[in-house]
């Protein structure tokens, strides 16, 4: 069974750094994109970073210039280093990726469980 797990967050203060971690699991021939979204209460799950296979990156425009989403391919994990966070970062942050379990087999989405992020000012 294909799964993600998510890094622990945290509580930071408005203007520190956290980096989230991601790994994924299973069954994997190939990891195609992967990315980062957020939920805040009262709001739709959006996206915050994505970085597709061939290493091309992709941000919201809230998180552009603070944020920088990473991946290691042998070790199936993607990152997302968050740098000068506000208090409208707050949030569950959710990894996402679609994973081909063998080759030729259709790629399958997972999400990861969620992590609390929570930005004091």
């Known amino acids: 069974q294909e799964h993600l797990v998510e890094s622990l967050g945290g509580l930071v203060q408005a203007g520190e750094s956290l980096r989230l971690s991601c790994v994924a699991s299973?069954?994997?021939?190939?990891?195609?994109?992967m990315g980062w979204y957020r939920q805040a209460p009262g709001k739709h799950r959006e996206l915050v970073a994505r970085?597709?296979?061939?290493?091309?990156?992709d941000y919201a425009d809230s998180v552009k210039g603070r944020f920088t989403i990473s991946r290691d391919y042998a070790k199936n994990m993607v990152y997302l280093q968050m740098n000068t966070l506000k208090p409208e970062d707050t949030a569950v942050y959710y990894c996402n990726t679609d994973v081909m379990p063998f080759m030729g087999w259709t790629s399958v989405g997972y999400w990861g469980q969620g992590t609390q992020v929570t930005v004091s000012s």
């Open positions: 970085i597709t296979s061939e290493g091309s990156t």
């Open positions: 299973g069954r994997i021939f190939k990891l195609n994109d």
